[in-house]
């Protein structure tokens, strides 16, 4: 039986007070709370079975090793990757995404070449194409949205030329809540024989993602975002693809064989997993991935969703209040302003009285200048959030609008 009650239960923090009054924490977009259970993993897994991974020939690495690798076949099943070794270890989405603009971009990216991303797209999915064209005088071009906030596929279409190399999108917005049809956006590049990276931070929490059906060239999200530890992430790729790529970073356990008159790589994973990576972070991912498929992630998103529904019912109670992002398909996040009110001013009387909401540009700066708008106040859920938290969060906006208008 999936009851919110008892998945409360699970996440020790959830019960805490601030400033005095119970915490509603409303911030999951930026990270989640984290359940008994994977806590519990880590501290199992430095008390009982530390030891650095692969080479090691004693007891406590070779189990660490074992844990590690368990742990990528646990991503691998949970994205429908058909080999574990598509599954990279990374820091987050960040350094995933980051990896394969260097790498791809030093294999398959030339002088005038191109790459589409969107509008709405997080800094960690600018950036870094950013810095390669740069590098390699490449151009961006970038799909503008609807005035609800859903990608234009027409002019999306109309972006892919001969020359573009890849299509980088978020699967997820974390400023609009939108889902994007990112099947459909592959199929189109692909038609083009053009790669599509997807930025999957957002959708990973909350939707059933299967890599073979979406037909992804690379898929990055982070460990943090789902129940489990920062700094563990995950890049999927293609095999052929990941083996066509130059390695990222140099060190140990990428290489196959090192001399000063040439090195040799290492085969997939580690090609691209350089020093030591975080083997309890990776064992703690799959007890979180373990712990949502136990509560049944059609449970979970059906539960997000009927959040989503209310809370966006309910905002529409407070005058003056707008909504940003308002498509059809969206998951749990709502951002909105209210009249001409800052949104800082918002969050941080939210916050005296207990409730996480985040405000600014959400690490999403030129969505906003597309929008007009400095920032937003922004509510993401998770599983454990629920609609008493809810009602809790439309009284205490009633009376911050009340004393800043
Ligand atoms: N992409 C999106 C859509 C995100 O929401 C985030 C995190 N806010 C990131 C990328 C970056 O994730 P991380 O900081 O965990 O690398």
Not at 267 to 285: I, Q, W
């Amino acid at each position: 039986m999936f009851s919110v009650d008892e998945i409360r239960k699970d996440f020790a923090i959830l019960s805490q007070k601030v400033y005095g009054k119970p915490l509603v924490y409303f911030d999951n977009a930026a990270t989640t709370q984290k359940p008994n259970i994977v806590l519990a993993k880590i501290q199992t897994a430095y008390t009982t079975q530390n030891g650095n991974i692969h080479r090691g020939v004693h007891f406590l690495s070779q189990k660490a090793t074992e844990e590690h690798e368990a742990a990528r076949s646990v991503v691998a099943q949970y994205i429908n990757a058909s080999k574990s070794s598509e599954v990279i270890f990374t820091r987050g989405t960040t350094e995933a995404i980051n990896l394969v603009a260097t790498s791809f971009g030093e294999r398959f990216c030339s002088a005038g070449d191109e790459i589409v991303l969107s509008t709405m797209e997080h800094h960690s999915n600018i950036v870094p194409w950013q810095l390669l064209a740069e590098r390699k005088s490449l151009k961006l071009k970038v799909i503008k949205l609807t005035s609800c906030g859903e990608i234009d596929l027409e002019h999306y279409e109309s972006l892919l030329s001969e020359r573009t190399k890849i299509v980088a999108v978020a699967h997820v917005s974390n400023v609009l809540g939108t889902i994007n049809p990112i099947k459909q956006m592959v199929q189109i590049a692909h038609q083009k024989g053009i790669k599509v990276l997807i930025d999957g931070a957002q959708a990973i929490p909350h939707l059933a993602v299967d890599v073979q059906s979406l037909d992804a060239d690379f898929y990055a999200f982070s460990g943090h975002k789902i129940y489990a530890p920062t700094g563990i992430g995950v890049l999927y790729g293609k095999e052929d693809l990941l083996n066509a790529l130059p390695p990222y970073q140099g060190g140990g356990e990428m290489i196959d064989r090192v001399s000063f008159s040439g090195t040799t790589y290492n085969e997939l994973p580690y090609k691209f997993e350089a020093g030591t990576p975080d083997y309890v972070g990776s064992t703690a991912l799959a007890t979180a991935l373990g712990y949502l498929t136990n509560l049944g992630l059609e449970n979970v998103r059906r539960h997000e969703q009927t959040l989503l529904a209310y809370a966006t019912e309910r905002l529409k109670e407070i005058r003056g209040m707008k909504i940003i992002g308002t498509s059809e398909c969206k998951s749990g996040v709502i951002s909105f302003l209210v009249g001409d009110i800052h949104p800082y001013d918002v969050g941080m009387l939210l916050d005296k009285l207990g409730i996480a909401v985040r405000t600014g540009h959400h690490c999403a700066q030129p969505l906003m200048d597309s929008l007009g708008i400095v920032g937003t106040v922004r509510v993401s859920f998770a599983v454990y959030n629920t609609t008493a938290e809810i009602d809790v969060f439309i009284d205490a906006l009633k009376r911050v609008v009340e004393m800043l208008s």
